[in-house]
């Protein structure tokens, strides 16, 4: 089976909304697509690039100073709560010494495989809900270290045999989180996360309030979650659909979306090794970053809609986007979604050229003028400025400065020539108009100055002698152009 998809129709809102199956067998079955298509693409080809462009809107919305930007990034270890504190150098000990029991999935770094393993956890209990206090009544120890030998050892569970409690399975899971190497929000983001908490609404005079404002919350939070690591955002989105369920079947279980933060923010946002003394005044915080993610769980694994847009311009337009601001300015307010023209882009930008080109050789021609003019009176002053009058495509200011009238030379036309070849760098066919015509007593014979003319004016020639002799005629032009005008030069 193969599918073709249509890069013309893809929308911000939907992405792969148009799909080719082969097979016809499969034309009746439901069409599936990914609104971040791009978004995973851009993360998986060019994660610098992708970094880069998360990152930059989530200091749009928080404020990190370059240490806490720096660990952000990874490029500084974090600087954690209780890190230099002896008070409780004692509890950490035993936790560390307690984590050095390394098996397959438990105590080991994050992966593929443990995701595997533990999301048979997960899976059966969204079938057990109900048990009052999961999450909070322990277990049977016996029955959880028999659980946790059989995931270890890669071993088939069949946990729907009774053999196990919602209890057992609800703390094993629990137990699985705090002994990961790091919080399953990492290290990195800790800081991220109490400025987020902190992020509240504007009153109408610009003063902070202490209304959570809700939607930069949830804006920055879905921007911090795509810059996770790939098994952490797994098992994160399936650990927050689960205690979101778990929450709304609370009449029954008896556990609300903040008690539930309170069994897992130690595991999946508090730093490692720390106590609550030395979280202070931020655990509440912490505490409540938590409820509020299960709370609007639903909403944080989706990729902001500019961030799409920006995937999909990397890929389909003619430039790259960075940040919300860049998409704001090219959108207007009732649009709905961005097509990058390139054609329209590209002649825009090809008349900007020749606008600039056009406007540096008007300046050019009339900061020589104003040079000329200031020259001492001399002959060769009066000869350059009649070139200047006698050549309004010059776009020189001579009627703004006054100057001494003087008989008209022709051969002084072929000196304006020059002064034109040296300001624009390229040479300049004449023009001659009827009314500045004069006689020619000087070396340019009468027959040569018609040839110049029949030369520079295509259009007394008639369309089919045009097309007849055009090669021959381009040829004569520009040897009789090259002649005349190193004859001029040599008698100057």
């Known amino acids: 089976t193969a599918f073709f998809f249509s890069p013309s129709l893809f929308s911000s809102d939907a992405i792969c909304n148009f799909v080719i199956c082969n097979d016809s067998s499969l034309r009746s079955q439901p069409i599936i697509f990914n609104p971040d298509f791009f978004v995973e693409k851009l993360r998986h080809e060019k994660p610098e690039v992708f970094t880069e462009l998360v990152v930059s809107n989530i200091t749009r919305l928080i404020d990190l100073p370059g240490a806490e930007l720096a660990q952000l990034m990874g490029e500084e270890d974090p600087k954690l709560p209780g890190a230099n504190s002896t008070a409780s150098g004692f509890f950490r000990s035993l936790m560390s010494l307690k984590r050095k029991d390394k098996g397959v999935v438990f105590g080991s770094p994050l992966t593929e495989e443990g995701i595997a393993q533990v999301s048979q956890l997960i899976e059966y209990l969204h079938k057990n809900l109900r048990a009052e206090g999961l999450f909070r009544v322990p277990g049977n120890s016996i029955r959880q270290q028999i659980l946790k030998d059989a995931l270890n050892s890669g071993t088939d569970i069949d946990l729907d045999s009774g ?5 057992d399975v609800a703390t094993l899971l629990k137990m699985f989180l705090g002994e990961l190497p790091e919080p399953l929000l990492t290290h990195k983001h800790f800081h991220a996360h109490l400025k987020i908490a902190d992020l509240t609404l504007f009153d109408e005079k610009g003063n902070k309030t202490s209304t959570p404002d809700k939607e930069r919350q949830i804006e920055a939070l879905q921007l911090l979650f795509l810059i996770l690591p790939a098994p952490n955002r797994s098992l994160l989105k399936l650990l927050l659909d689960l205690l979101y369920q778990t929450a709304k079947k609370q009449d029954k279980n008896k556990m609300s979306a903040h008690n539930l933060a309170l069994m897992f923010a130690p595991h999946i946002l508090w730093p490692r090794n720390v106590t609550a003394n030395d979280l202070q005044e931020n655990i509440t915080k912490l505490n409540n970053g938590v ?20 995937a999909r311009l990397h890929y389909l337009g003619s430039r790259a986007y960075t940040s919300k601001d860049d998409l704001d300015l090219l959108t207007s307010p009732g649009s709905k979604e961005l097509q990058p023209l390139k054609s329209q882009k590209r002649s825009r930008l090809d008349a900007c050229h020749q606008e600039e080109t056009q406007q540096r050789t008007e300046e050019a021609l009339k900061e020589l003028f104003r040079h000329v003019h200031n020259m001492p009176d001399s002959a060769k002053k009066k ?13 020189t200011p001579g009627s703004d400065v006054p100057t001494s009238p ?16 040296k300001v624009l760098g390229t040479p300049v066919i004449l023009e001659r108009k009827s009314r500045d015509a004069t006689p020619e007593p000087e070396r340019v014979s009468k027959e040569n100055v018609h040839l110049l003319q029949k030369c520079g004016s295509p259009a007394h020639m008639s369309q089919a002698k045009l097309k007849s002799s055009e090669g021959r005629k381009e040829e004569s032009c520009r040897r009789m152009r090259a002649h005349l005008l190193s004859k001029d030069s040599s008698s100057l």
């Open 163 to 167: 053999e196990f409690h919602s209890n």
């Open 291 to 310: 409820t509020f993610m299960i709370k609007h769980s639903q909403k944080l694994f989706k990729a902001p809609a500019y961030i799409r847009e920006c």
């Open 383 to 395: 000869k350059l400025i009649r070139q200047f009058n006698k050549h309004p495509t010059a776009l």
């Open 406 to 421: 003087a008989p008209r030379r022709t051969r002084s036309r072929s000196f304006s020539g020059l002064i034109k070849r």
